[in-house]
């Protein structure tokens, strides 16, 4: 059983109204301040049809984007982009890369891998137990709570109905 690398090409875009992120699975991506474009851009400096993207082949099965600037037809956008501090006309992204279209208005590019994991049907007669000792909070997992150095809000503390007792047989009647 091999297993094949699985990724997912993710572009988390900020601009005027905010932050959001677009999964990228299609082969072609219009970038712009026209309603009409795929990924659309909010802000007066961004071009109507600024930037588009496009699923290159890799020779493994796996595949990559570049970003050209305009649209396919060569015009190119008023202002074009910044990649990683750099004008450029067009480049393949690569994990992390951070692009500008204008002020306050930009993108990053994740590439998120993984290996496929492959799994064996389930046996429908397998039954787990579990057993209440399993779960239980033993001394050794407080020891191990109190050795990260938590702060006293984060660590087990005894429940507050019994500290209010605590206090109620003190005072006196």
């Known amino acids: 059983m091999s297993s094949e690398p699985h990724q997912s090409h ?45 699923r290159l082949p890799n020779g493994d099965g796996t595949f990559s984007y570049r970003i050209v600037d305009g649209d396919l037809e060569g015009r190119r956008s008023s202002n074009g982009f910044l990649v990683n501090g750099y004008r ?41 137990l579990i057993s209440p000792g399993m779960i239980s909070d033993t001394d050794a997992s407080r020891q191990k709570r109190r050795s990260l150095n938590l702060p006293a809000s984060l660590q087990r503390q005894q429940p507050r109905r019994s500290l209010l007792k ?4 003190r005072l006196p009647d």
């Open 166 to 169: 605590l206090r109620r047989k």
């Open 88 to 128: 450029l006309r067009k480049h393949n992204l690569q994990n992390e890369d951070e692009v500008v279209f204008g002020p306050q208005v930009r993108a990053i590019y994740y590439l998120c891998q993984r290996d496929a994991v492959v799994t064996v049907p389930c046996d429908e007669f397998d039954i787990t």
């Open 10 to 54: 993710l572009l988390i875009v900020e601009d005027d109204n905010g932050r959001r992120s677009v999964v990228l699975e299609e082969s072609e991506y219009a970038i712009g301040r026209d309603p009409t474009c795929d990924i659309c851009l909010e802000s007066l400096f961004v071009s109507r049809r600024h930037a588009t993207l496009l």
